[in-house]
């Protein structure tokens, strides 16, 4: 494209001020819709996300399972040697896995732990529960446990415990009482309640207690090993990739949270399939009002394109004369648009702090850059057509209609 046809192309889009802010601020709307609608639909999926998997564990780490032995005695009758229930599977060498779990990729936090069951007891009142023992350091790495306290402190001294709070008002329990433990094992135990949290999941609210780590290992009669590795990973959607990776790095069985919650995941991948629509049609609006504003100024400029025509013009002229117009109009008015969703979405909180019934605004995902891409591609393309029609028209039927 020559000097000569970027200069005409912006002469004439300058002569006629009102058609061309018009047009602009048609893009600007289309391309504010498409920044708008990622922005919230990103937020949507990332707020779901953090409701419902923020205080899970993205991928577990435990001992494969072992299948039944099968026994071929003489007589050729296949017998069965069943699991031992009662042995508890535990993950006797741990340490060596821990490095190479926190160099994979995208993992955020590593947290070993000591699981099993007990049963509360405070006086006349019995619950079933499940034990956490978390290490040092570690208390908040899974679900934000110092974040959910409502009553007492986080710390979790060894003769110390943490319960959920409708446990808690289950027992009539308060932050300093003494409650009585007892494991799977038969081992029992006191313990001084040192906080209660809300994490807003009921089994955790219900039946979670957490502990220390070498308090809980001794009350599970666990010398050495542990119960299993929880991982955050980030994003949480590639929780899947990575439990496979990790499945073959350290050995262990990997269980990703999509397996168990297949569900969710199916509704937050069909959800952004439905933002891609939404983007798609705000795209095609944009392209069908660029099409059809271009085609109205060939129709009033036939003259004045004769009059090129028939001084010299050649077809490339005039084809880049209007694909230079179309694609200024989009480009412009999509940096115009970029701009006011920007100003628009600023004073959006982040996702994680918005309050109940408010909306979820992640502006980081709003596609900016790609909607301004997109947008003046779109634009350069819609013009094609009505600039190659341009070019076929004849001088001399032009300058005499």
Do not use: C
């Amino acid at each position: 494209m020559t000097p000569y046809a970027v200069k005409l192309a912006i002469r004439h889009l300058l002569s006629h001020p009102g058609q061309t802010a018009l047009l602009m601020s048609g893009v600007a709307l289309g391309v504010g819709v498409f920044i708008f609608m990622s922005a919230l639909i990103g937020g949507l999926a990332t707020l779901l996300t953090l409701r419902t998997v923020g205080s899970i564990p993205h991928v577990v780490l435990e001992m494969p399972d072992r299948d039944p032995a099968i026994l071929v005695p003489q007589s050729g009758a296949q017998v069965v040697l069943q699991k031992d229930l009662s042995r508890r599977e535990q993950i006797a060498i741990w340490q060596p896995a821990v490095p190479i779990i926190e160099a994979e990729r995208g993992v955020t936090a590593v947290s070993p732990q000591i699981r099993g069951s007990a049963y509360v007891e405070r006086g006349q009142a019995l619950a079933p529960v499940g034990v956490i023992g978390v290490m040092p350091g570690k208390l908040s790495d899974i679900a934000n446990i110092e974040a959910a306290i409502v009553d007492g402190s986080s710390n979790l001294p060894t003769d110390g415990v943490l319960l959920g709070s409708r446990l808690a008002n289950d027992l009539g329990l308060r932050v300093g009482q003494v409650v009585r433990l007892t494991s799977d094992r038969g081992r029992a135990r006191s313990f001084r309640i040192g906080g209660i949290f809300t994490l807003g999941v009921a089994s955790a609210d219900r039946q979670a207690v957490y502990m220390d780590f070498t308090t809980a290992r001794a009350l599970f009669d666990l010398p050495t090993g542990i119960s299993r590795i929880e991982i955050k990973v980030k994003p949480a959607t590639d929780a899947a990739g990575i439990a496979a990776r990790l499945r073959r790095s350290t050995g262990l069985k990997a269980t990703a949270w999509t397996e168990d919650n297949s569900q969710l995941f199916e509704g937050l991948d069909a959800q952004a399939r439905t933002g891609i629509i939404i983007k798609a049609f705000a795209l095609i609006t944009i392209v069908v009002g660029i099409a059809s504003a271009m085609l109205l100024s060939i129709v009033r400029r036939q003259a004045e394109i004769g009059i090129m025509r028939a001084m010299g013009a050649g077809k490339r002229l005039v084809v880049s004369i209007f694909v230079l117009e179309g694609t200024l109009i989009g480009l412009v008015g999509a940096v115009v648009g970029a701009g006011t969703a920007w100003i628009v979405l600023l004073p959006m909180p982040p996702v994680a702090e918005v309050q109940s019934g408010g909306l979820p605004i992640d502006r980081a995902q709003g596609d900016f850059l790609l909607a301004i891409t997109l947008t003046t591609l779109a634009a350069m393309l819609a013009s094609i057509l009505p600039a190659r029609r341009a070019a076929r028209i004849d001088p001399v039927e032009a300058i005499g209609s």
